[in-house]
């Protein structure tokens, strides 16, 4: 029964048009947070995305991924049932462990309301039983538990935000509808516990934080994005995406870069932003071919990406429908030394993204 209320919940969002009541994304909005941190419930896609690298005591590398989505369906939007399905949250959970040598990963779906899942507008709150994405004070928090899988960490700010784009404003193609309102917080450090297995583990690291918003935030001629949320070494922060168009071309690109945890970060136009692929890794389950190393060239900057481990692909067919390949890498620059540690995301590398 339960798998036939998610498949339900599945072909109500993706099939349901877009309302003409959604929000439309414009330059000129000023995020403010915490303001923003929480809900926009008249757009129609948005997610709350955790990100990072942790360590044990045994100084063993873990990489970690909690998200959660929210769609806006277009059903029902005037019902004033409780029961009306204007809303559906979605939450994917995963884990790098190179002992394992694959993702450990797990999902979730669910409608907002009585209970078992909700979204709070005006503040960072979003959960699904108990899967919690939250802000208390200056710190965030972010908990799941599976039968296998546990994590409970503690998220502390050690710099500004960082808004993309023109002031939150990020636009994601040629045609300027195509685009998000979106911030992001890096170098979050991080304490807590992981437990795999049985096995609890004490862990710490850092971690990246994106919060994005939009109405349309691809246009038809996408097949999907590479993206890229780098901690620098140094303090900074770096975040780079290009949007592919057919035969993985590239159609739209942007990035920021910030020098040092206070610097004023700069902003890259799409002629100033290419991604070379080095090395492809053709997953053995699904037989999707990802580029899991990169030369990436941000103005005068070259970062060679390399992953934590080939396999890092993330099937979450079972509630956004996608699979996508989501994971750690380290960032080199030119001369081969460690820059940075972040994670990479590549989607559309199967079948075409569908948001």
């Given amino acids: 029964m339960r798998a036939l209320v998610l498949l339900m919940v599945a072909l109500a969002v993706f099939s349901a048009g877009v309302c003409a009541e959604e929000g439309a994304v414009v330059p000129g909005y000023v995020i403010e947070l915490p303001r923003d941190e929480g809900s926009h419930p008249q757009f129609k896609t948005e997610w709350w995305y955790v990100t990072g690298w942790l360590e044990n005591g045994a100084g063993e590398p873990l990489g970690f991924q909690l998200t959660f989505f929210r769609s806006r369906t277009g059903i029902d939007q005037d019902n004033p049932s409780r029961f009306a399905l204007r809303q559906v949250l979605f939450a994917h959970l995963a884990i790098g462990?190179?002992?394992r040598g694959s993702l450990l990963h797990h999902e979730k779906s669910a409608r907002p309301g009585f209970g078992l899942a909700d979204v709070a507008e005006g503040k960072l709150d979003v959960y699904i039983d108990d899967w919690r994405l939250r802000r208390e004070g200056d710190s965030y928090y972010a908990v799941a538990a599976t039968e296998d899988l546990t994590v409970d960490l503690q998220l502390q700010p050690k710099a500004p935000p960082l808004l993309q784009g023109d002031q939150g404003f990020s636009q994601k193609g040629p045609d300027s509808r195509a685009a998000s309102y979106y911030y992001s917080l890096p170098q979050l450090a991080v304490t807590g516990r992981v437990t795999i297995a049985g096995r609890e583990q004490s862990v710490q690291g850092r971690a990246w934080f994106d919060h994005e918003w939009s109405r349309m935030y691809i246009d038809d001629r996408s097949q999907g994005w590479d993206w890229l949320g780098l901690n620098l070494d140094d303090g900074g922060a770096a975040m780079i995406f290009q949007m592919r168009g057919e035969r993985e071309s590239e159609l739209w690109a942007a990035g920021s870069w910030r020098a040092g945890s206070s610097g004023e970060a700069i902003k890259y136009q799409p002629d100033e932003v290419a991604w070379k692929p080095l090395r492809y890794w053709r997953s053995p389950r699904t037989g999707i071919r990802y580029p899991v190393e990169w030369e990436v060239t941000i103005g005068d900057r070259?970062?060679?990406?390399?992953?934590?481990?080939?396999?890092?692909?993330?099937?979450?067919?079972?509630?956004?429908?996608?699979?996508?390949?989501?994971?750690?890498?380290?960032?080199?620059?030119?001369?081969?030394k460690v820059i940075g540690r972040g994670y990479l995301e590549l989607t559309g590398y199967g079948t075409k993204i569908r948001l």
Avoid: K
Wanted: proline share 5%; net charge negative.
């Fill in 97 to 99: 462990d190179p002992r």
């Fill in 302 to 336: 070259v970062v060679i990406l390399r992953p934590l481990m080939d396999d890092q692909e993330n099937d979450a067919s079972g509630s956004t429908g996608t699979i996508y390949w989501e994971g750690a890498v380290r960032a080199f620059d030119a001369q081969n």
